[in-house]
């Protein structure tokens, strides 16, 4: 597609369910990245994946978090047991690797726990 | 730890004139460093980087400075427009990883 899609673009679960959340990057962008930006904070890398390098994990906050990315194509972010501090707007990006200008958001996933 | 720095939360500025952005580093490593710009309810969109081996890059009202001996650069935004109110994130790119400062509120006053 033209841009970075996620879906859904708001979610709000009950504290201790799963959710996934998704990310259709830019055809042909090698490069995918998660972030989350929590209330009056900035954005905080999760994981990174690069084709079929494993991924850069050293972003995830808990083993609750994890993520999935099927060659260069769609990526999940699964997080399990959901706690009221996972509330956050969580924003995917792609780009073509090394093209540091060319990292592409979408317009984020906007997670609410109660 | 805090490797990219925004110490001002917001910042009002007058239609017309200079706007001023700045941001402080830690990490002498980091290779290039970039400005995003966010509307609510939508993804950060780059704005204008500039490699670490340059001192200033500018493109139309934008341009942003770096002075890497004292660890800071500044986005200079003139002149400013209404448009132009919006956050945005100070960023630095290491290992392929983009670090994020938490960010300036920019409003511009009529």
């Known amino acids: 597609g033209a841009g970075v899609s996620q879906s859904p673009s708001n979610k709000v679960t009950e504290k201790g369910k799963d959710v996934e959340l998704r990310c259709d990057p830019i055809?042909?962008?090698?490069?995918l990245y998660w972030y989350r930006q929590r209330l009056g904070q900035g954005l905080e890398f999760l994981i990174y994946?690069?084709?079929?390098?494993?991924?850069?994990k050293s972003g995830l906050p808990s083993d609750r978090f994890s993520a999935e990315r099927t060659g260069e194509s769609v990526s999940t972010l699964t997080i399990q047991r959901t706690q009221q501090e996972d509330s956050a707007v969580y924003l995917c990006?792609?780009?073509?690797?090394?093209?540091?200008?060319?990292?592409?958001f979408g317009s984020g996933t906007r997670l609410t726990v109660v | 730890d805090q490797q990219v720095k925004q110490n001002s939360p917001s910042l009002s500025v007058q239609e017309g004139r200079i706007s001023i952005l700045n941001c402080d580093y830690t990490?002498?490593?980091?290779?290039?460093f970039l400005w995003y710009k966010k509307y609510p309810a939508e993804g950060p969109t780059f704005l204008i980087s500039?490699?670490?081996?340059?001192d200033k890059n500018e493109d139309g009202r934008f341009t942003v400075f770096l002075n890497k001996s004292a660890k800071h650069l500044s986005l200079h935004i003139v002149p400013s427009q209404p448009g132009d109110s919006a956050v945005y994130f100070c960023?630095?790119?290491?290992?392929?990883?983009?670090?994020f400062g938490k960010g300036t509120r920019l409003h511009i006053l009529p």
């Open positions: 994946f690069q084709g079929n390098s494993a991924p850069d």
């Open positions: 960023a630095a790119t290491r290992d392929d990883k983009i670090i």
């Open positions: 055809s042909g962008h090698t490069a």
């Open positions: 500039i490699s670490s081996i340059k």
């Open positions: 990490n002498s490593m980091f290779d290039y």
């Open positions: 990006a792609s780009s073509l690797r090394g093209v540091y200008h060319g990292y592409t």
